[in-house]
């Protein structure tokens, strides 16, 4: 009766064939011909029909949309192509050339009373190294390389400590200045701007030996990610003993806040000394981005981190020049009238 029907033989199928990015899985007390097509883990292929198992991509590699390829993982880094990398470049590029062009104003009117107080050569160094730590920002974009990993945060820490070395000597210097002109003070022969190189030097070396030390013992390398975001690859340094890193970033942190403290206990001496005011609110900045950074890098990742990094050594930088030698610029070029020795005696107010 059944050929007389439908002369075929009778087709039995429960499950429809597995496609491809799919794997059988078959159902507990149910025919063998009865089974699930479940698809495949995050990171595994299936590149046949009916597979009864995944296999899993190579590390560097990812599957397709369809998962029946492996394809290259795409690295993420901070490049200079990126309009994000081309951007920080340019800023710092253009960030670096302003405390240059601070210098040659100084240079120009080294002669006038406001640069002669501000003790001039130190003033200088500061500068050079101000537009050196806007320059290290360089270091952290581009593929992470074995030498540039090893250096960068190294040249960043010494830099730095090199520029917030010369603003504590200043400080040192104007409470010194001032206790020296007192009868019978014993604090004259530190009043000398030999005092204010050797406060450099010694801020300057501690935290050369700490780098050399970190880079010797415990080295920063260059690192592929592949746990932060799945199918990429995050091509960035890793610091080597993080331990290092935050008692370098400490170090330059210690010396700021002991600018600050004196800088504030400072801040009321006569007008001939008030550069601590300056001091003050440079480094109440700096120690404002410094700890906003933490929190900032601590919750971002890949290039993000990095970048929150360099628009802290930016934005820092910027407030130390804006704080230090916006309002000497503004008198040396708009109000000449008040670049006089009797002004800066206290015979004027600014």
Same mark, same amino acid.
């Not at 130190?122 to 290290?136: E, K, Q």
């Given at each position: ?12 199928? =429960? ?17 063998? =011909?009865? @089974? ?32 029946? *390829? ?14 994000? &990398?081309?951007? #920080?470049?340019?800023?710092?590029? !253009? ?18 009373? #406001? ?12 500068? #050079? ?26 040249? !960043? &820490? ?6 917030? $070395? ?15 002109? *007192? ?20 801020? %300057? ?15 920063? !390398? ?8 799945? &199918?990429?690859?995050?091509?960035? =340094?890793?610091?080597?003993? $993080? ?6 970033? &400490? ?9 600050? #403290? ?23 900045? @700096? ?23 360099? !628009?802290? /050594?930016? %934005? ?5 020049? /804006?704080?230090?030698?916006?309002? *000497? =610029? ?21």
């Amino acid at each position: 009766m059944f050929f007389l029907i439908l002369p075929q033989v009778p087709v039995s199928v =429960c499950t429809p064939s597995c496609p491809v990015g799919f794997r059988k899985v078959l159902r507990r007390d149910m025919p063998v =011909c009865c @089974f699930e097509c479940v698809p495949c883990p995050l990171g595994e292929i299936s590149n046949m029909t009916d597979s009864l198992d995944c296999i899993k991509c190579p590390w560097d590699k990812w599957p397709n949309i369809q998962k029946d *390829k492996c394809h290259p993982k795409s690295r993420e880094f901070l490049s200079f192509e990126e309009p994000l &990398g081309s951007t #920080i470049v340019t800023i710092s590029v !253009f960030s670096s050339l302003l405390p240059l062009s601070v210098f040659g104003i100084f240079i120009c009117y080294k002669n006038t009373p #406001i640069v002669r107080a501000n003790n001039f050569s130190l003033s200088c160094l500061l500068l #050079i190294s101000m537009s050196l730590c806007f320059l290290t920002s360089l270091a952290f974009i581009g593929y992470p390389q074995a030498q540039k990993c090893l250096l960068r945060q190294v040249t !960043f &820490g010494t830099i730095f400590t090199l520029c917030v $070395s010369c603003i504590l000597a200043k400080t040192f210097m104007v409470v010194f200045a001032f206790m020296a002109t *007192k009868p019978g003070s014993r604090l004259r022969q530190w009043a000398s701007p030999r005092v204010s190189y050797i406060i450099v030097v010694l801020a %300057s070396f501690l935290q050369l030996v700490l780098c050399i030390s970190w880079i010797s013992l415990a080295p920063p !390398f260059p690192e592929d990610n592949i746990q932060t975001k799945p &199918g990429i690859i995050i091509v960035e =340094c890793n610091e080597g003993s $993080s331990t290092a890193f935050w008692c370098m970033l &400490g170090y330059l942190g210690l010396l700021a806040t002991i600018s600050f #403290i004196v800088a504030f206990l400072a801040r009321r001496l006569p007008d001939s000394f008030n550069e601590a005011k300056f001091i003050t609110f440079s480094m109440l900045a @700096f120690l404002s981005v410094w700890v906003s950074y933490i929190p900032a890098s601590l919750s971002s990742s890949g290039k993000y981190t990095v970048a929150m990094e360099v !628009f802290a /050594i930016l %934005s820092s930088t910027w407030a130390l020049v /804006i704080c230090m030698f916006a309002p *000497k =610029c503004f008198i040396i070029l708009f109000r000449p009238d008040m670049n006089s020795k009797e002004h800066l005696m206290g015979k004027s107010k600014i």
